[in-house]
């Protein structure tokens, strides 16, 4: 998986990509979500949907207080 970041002055939103090696053992279905977990602000946050037809960045507000942003 890689995420492309750009210059650091500037808002950037990154793109998230995954390769073939990153499909072993998945079983691929039509077009269902992805769950992931990432690591923001230095701390892992677990069960982060990817789905590619939404258009709403949507994060709990018991995440926010927990991260401390």
């Given at each position: 998986?890689?995420?492309?970041?750009?210059?650091?002055?500037?808002?950037?939103?990154?793109?998230?990509?995954f390769t073939h090696t990153n499909?072993?053992?998945?079983?691929?279905?039509?077009?269902?979500?992805?769950?992931?977990?990432?690591?923001?602000?230095?701390?892992?946050?677990?069960?982060?949907?990817?789905?590619?037809?939404?258009?709403?960045?949507?994060?709990?507000?018991?995440?926010?207080?927990?991260?401390?942003?």
């Amino acid at each position: 998986m890689t995420v492309g970041v750009g210059a650091s002055d500037q808002l950037v939103e990154p793109d998230l990509c995954f390769t073939h090696t990153n499909l072993s053992d998945v079983v691929l279905h039509d077009n269902d979500p992805v769950v992931i977990s990432v690591v923001i602000v230095g701390r892992r946050v677990h069960r982060v949907l990817v789905d590619q037809g939404s258009s709403a960045d949507v994060m709990f507000w018991a995440t926010i207080n927990k991260l401390q942003l």
